[in-house]
C-alpha cells in the first residue's frame, strides 16, 4: 500500500522548535513535488510549504517564512519539516501529502496520518 | 491570496439524499479545483481534481462541475459513510488555498 508516515509531533514551549519527518514507503518520493499542510484543532487546511523533486525549490506559506524550513532526503525516501520559534498559533496536525502532478500547484492524492504538534507553556 | 469560500458551512441530511456543496474562488481560476473528504480524526482523501475528475477508487455518486469562479461538489445517493466535512483547494497559484469546509451530518 503506498503510504506516508509522519513522526516527530509533540508538545513544545513557545520559542521552541521541532523537526518533523515523513517516511514514504512502497513508491519512490524522488519523483513528486511534496508538500506540508497543518489544521489546526477544530478548523480548516492550510498549506504550509512544499519542496522540488530534486530540493532546489521551496516555497512557505507567509506565516511560516524565515522559521519552518521544508527539506528532502530522496536517498532515505523521506520529506522533513525543521520548525524555530514556535508559537501558540502553530499548534496543529501537520500533515505531509505528495502532488499528484510534477508541477509546483498540485492536488495531494496520498496523505500521511498526521502527526500534532502543541506549542504551550 | 486566492480566497475560497464555501457553502454551506454544514448540513444536515439523510442516507439517499441528492446533497450539493459550492466552492467559490475569489477570482478566476479556470479549472483548477480539487475536493477532499475528511472523516473525524484521518487526513484528507482525494475525491475530485481539476473540477470534475473523480479521484482513484472514488464512487461514481460523487462529481464535480464549474469552472471560473464556481464550483460544486454532488453525491447523487447520500451513503452512510458519506457523512464527512468536504474541503476544497485551488491549484491556480501560489499559494494553493483550501476552503473552509462544509460538515455533512445526519439528519
Known amino acids: 500500500e503506498v503510504q506516508l508516515v509522519e513522526s516527530g509531533g509533540g508538545l513544545v514551549q513557545p520559542g521552541g522548535s521541532l523537526r518533523l519527518s515523513c517516511a514514504a514507503s512502497?513508491?519512490?518520493?524522488?519523483?513528486?513535488?511534496m508538500s506540508w499542510i497543518r489544521q489546526a484543532p477544530g478548523k480548516g487546511l492550510e498549506w504550509v510549504a512544499n519542496i522540488k523533486q530534486d530540493g532546489d525549490e521551496t516555497y512557505y506559506v507567509d506565516s511560516v517564512k524565515g522559521r519552518f524550513t521544508i527539506s528532502r532526503d530522496n536517498a532515505k525516501n523521506s520529506l522533513y519539516l525543521q520548525m524555530n520559534s514556535l508559537g501558540g498559533e502553530d499548534t496543529a496536525v501537520y500533515y505531509c501529502a505528495r502532488g499528484m502532478w510534477s508541477s509546483r500547484l498540485s492536488a495531494f492524492d496520498i496523505w500521511g496520518q498526521g502527526t500534532m504538534v502543541t506549542v504551550s507553556s | 491570496d486566492i480566497q475560497m469560500t464555501q457553502f454551506p458551512s454544514s448540513l444536515s441530511a439523510s442516507v439517499g439524499d441528492r446533497v450539493t456543496i459550492t466552492c467559490r474562488a475569489s477570482?478566476?481560476?479556470?479549472?483548477?479545483l480539487n475536493w477532499y473528504q475528511q472523516k473525524p480524526g484521518k487526513a484528507p482523501n482525494l475525491l475530485i481534481y481539476?473540477?470534475?475528475t473523480l479521484g482513484r477508487g472514488v464512487p461514481s455518486r460523487f462529481s464535480g462541475s464549474g469552472s471560473g469562479t464556481d464550483f460544486t461538489l454532488t453525491i447523487s445517493s447520500l451513503q452512510p459513510e458519506d457523512f464527512a466535512t468536504f474541503f476544497c483547494?485551488?491549484?491556480?497559484?501560489?499559494?494553493?488555498?483550501f476552503g473552509p469546509g462544509t460538515k455533512v451530518d445526519i439528519k
Open positions: 483547494q485551488q491549484t491556480y497559484s501560489t499559494p494553493d488555498t
Open positions: 481539476t473540477a470534475s
Open positions: 512502497t513508491f519512490t518520493l524522488r519523483t513528486y513535488w
Open positions: 477570482q478566476s481560476i479556470g479549472n483548477n
